[in-house]
């Protein structure tokens, strides 16, 4: 379809002030967080704000027939170009719908649209004392809709799981512009075994399958009291060790996190005042729940730690909390700061690992940092084996790009090979799909039968997540047995 014949079309249907056409809109709509994005421009040729199922549904129905391709876009912090126009068509920009519709306390849940901000809903929710616990770093940036179609998290994953934990139903637009509600039409209940589960099976399809247009949230009840444990390894391989008699002990952290000596010392470069010690590793123990449970659990996992670290401080104090936390909400800006002419690429940043693997892991990325001659600081969430790398590099040098993209490969091959995953957070998108036939065997034939059942025509957000069929054939034994 012709570019303009596309947004006289879209116009009619959903009046002038809800199109975008001009080149610099486009332009900001090219971008997400990856490095991906940094380097190519996928410019859409229209760009619709919707803020109502109605809308989604005329647009969906517009595009099925004319066979126009259609990206979802919640805040655009992604890392993989999720949200981006790779093959053109519309972007629908959800994160204008903001509006949290009903909080059933009686029933510890919520029903909200797609564009409400994490943060700002965990913020409204304070007066309820409830909480929807998934807490990915971009929780000030990132909406709700983003997180279902992403399965986000953060580093309190370890203990209360990821989105997918807490959906219990969606409201979804089909591709042909159909409306479906998932979980139940009309259903508050908590625990539901009812049909197929096909909330699932959206959530972490990243915008492929369907549009998020409606949310129903199981909420928890807010922790009173947290505390947090410093820990201090001049061996690296200790502080895996130390997480696991953690857990043997019968306690579940809220997060554990890790900093190895790369991200030390680039926190100490980039914030000298922080003085975190020179070590090989540092792990961070959150623990939350009720005083007296945070004040036992902090006691005995400091006389666990105190086992093989060098040091360990334990502080309920919520300054003290802040100053141990210090380090590691940093790192992230730290790394980027490493070199004067570089920057932290979102590449290979997502890996996620058995957790026995985790040391190995690390020492095979700092191998690999080595053999291309760059820098790479690793930090994470270790409670579950999610690790961090950031590559550091000057962006605006070809050769040291070629050698970034090369690095990156064998980060994602070496995950793979140690029974892990390429993401354990960030998704696939338009970054990881050379590796699905890996990862997950014949099982991806399945995928593509049932992207296929839902999305015959291949319009809802085309060249993310899957492969194009014929791509990456082959099955390595290790992935499809
Ligand atoms: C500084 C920083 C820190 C981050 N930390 C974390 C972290 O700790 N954990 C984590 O998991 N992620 C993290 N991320 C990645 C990112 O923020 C998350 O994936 C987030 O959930 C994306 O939300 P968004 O609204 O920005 O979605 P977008 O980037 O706009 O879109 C992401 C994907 O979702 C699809 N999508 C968006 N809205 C809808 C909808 N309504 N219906 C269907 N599909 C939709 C898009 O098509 C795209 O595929 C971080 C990113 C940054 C920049």
Redesign the pocket.
Known sequence: MERSQLIKGLQTILGADKVLDDKLDMLSYSY??SFKARNNRYIPDVVVTLTSTDEVSKVMKFAYEHNVPV?????????TC??LAIEGGIVID?GGWDVIEEVDAENMQVQLR?GVIHADLNKYLEAYGLFFPPD???SQ???V???V??N???LRAVKYGTTEQYVLGLEIVLPDGQIITTGGVNSRAIKNVSGLNLTKLFIGS??TLG??TKIRLRLWPKPKSRGILMAVYDDLEEAPKTVLEVYKAGILPSGIEILDASAIKAVNEYKPEIALPNAEAILLFELDGNPASVEWEGNEVTRIVNTRAANAEWSTDPERMAKLWQGRAVT?TAAARLRADGSRIFAGEDISIPLNQVTESIKRIRALGAKYGIGVVNYGHIGDGNVHTAPVINPEDPKEVELANKLVDEIHLTAIELGGTTTG???I?AVRSQYARQEHGAALDVMYAVKKAIDPKGIM?PG?LLPKEGDNKDVSTSASS
């Open positions: 997400d967080s990206t979802p876009r919640g805040a655009g912090t992604g890392e999720g949200a959800l797609p990915p770093g971009s940036m990132c909406t809709g983003g997180m179609a992403n986000s998290s953060g990243e915008g549009i998020v992230a957070e960030h998704g998108g957000n993310k």
